[in-house]
């Protein structure tokens, strides 16, 4: 098996609207390491959120593969994909998406009910989790009854409870005001520096993109570079 979590290969995407053909994105290469934390900047319609629903499976690509743990996703069957995606990845969009009706401890579980992994230790880990994001003390809250920056501590939370090898983020803090996005942030570094996973974060927020080891910038649908933190530092 190859070491990549995802890679991209030659990936292209476009839509047929009528007569027209739109070229989303142009024959993308790349691939994301273990524990890499990775951030994909971009104008707004660049494509960033199109490539990220192609790296979750979400999508299929016109062209080209998404490799994930050496599988290419378009020769697995729906069920495959979706059983993969579930134990392989985590996802943290940019509005939570919690269950209304359920509290912060029954959202962050749920992936486990979902993939069948439910156990008697669930509750636990869950907890553990909650710690971890800051969360103690809110186990027993409904989402309408946390704070924005709050929700998405859930949900970041949730993304990891199936011990993802990736975690795929769309503007996690696009929805928050500027203490709490960095709050977020700071978190999200954290988690990815304690753990094993690698993290893909899509965002707009360019001086939190370039704190992160690599960036991944799209333009017009392609590529335009592909920087480390170590080409932005002199003395590295
Ligand atoms: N289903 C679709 N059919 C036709 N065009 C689409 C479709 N989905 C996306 N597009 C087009 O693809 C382009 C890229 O969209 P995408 O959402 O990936 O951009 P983005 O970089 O995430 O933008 P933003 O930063 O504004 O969220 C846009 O011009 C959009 O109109």
Redesign the pocket.
């Known amino acids: 098996m190859s070491r990549e979590v995802l890679q991209c290969h030659n990936v292209s995407r476009h839509?047929k609207?009528g007569p027209q053909t739109?070229e989303?994105l142009s024959h993308i290469d790349f691939s994301v390491e273990p524990g890499e934390l990775v951030s994909i900047v971009?104008s707004?319609?660049?494509?960033?959120?199109?490539?990220l629903n192609l790296l979750a499976g979400l999508d299929t690509p016109s062209e080209g593969d998404v490799y994930m743990a050496g599988q290419a996703l378009s020769k697995l069957g729906d069920r495959e994909r979706a059983r993969l995606r579930n134990q392989y990845m985590g996802f943290v969009f940019q509005f939570h998406h919690l269950l209304p009706e359920f509290s912060a401890l029954e959202n962050i579980v749920m992936p486990m009910v979902i993939g069948g992994h439910y156990r008697s230790d669930s509750h636990q880990k869950a907890h553990d989790l909650l710690e971890r994001v800051g969360m103690k003390d809110r186990a027993l809250h409904r989402p309408a009854e946390l704070s924005g920056g709050e929700r998405q501590r859930v949900a970041i939370a949730r993304a990891l409870i199936n011990e993802p090898k990736v975690v795929l983020m769309d503007e996690p803090t696009g929805n928050l005001d500027d203490s709490t996005s960095e709050q977020v942030h700071d978190l999200i570094m954290e988690l990815n520096r304690d753990s094993n996973a690698s993290f893909v974060v899509?965002t707009?927020n360019q001086e939190w993109a370039q704190q992160m080891p690599r960036q991944l910038r799209?333009k017009k649908g392609r590529i335009s570079t592909i920087q480390s933190a170590s080409d932005q530092d002199p003395k590295a």
């Open positions: 839509f609207l739109v989303v971009g707004s319609g660049s494509g960033k959120t199109t490539l899509v707009h799209l």
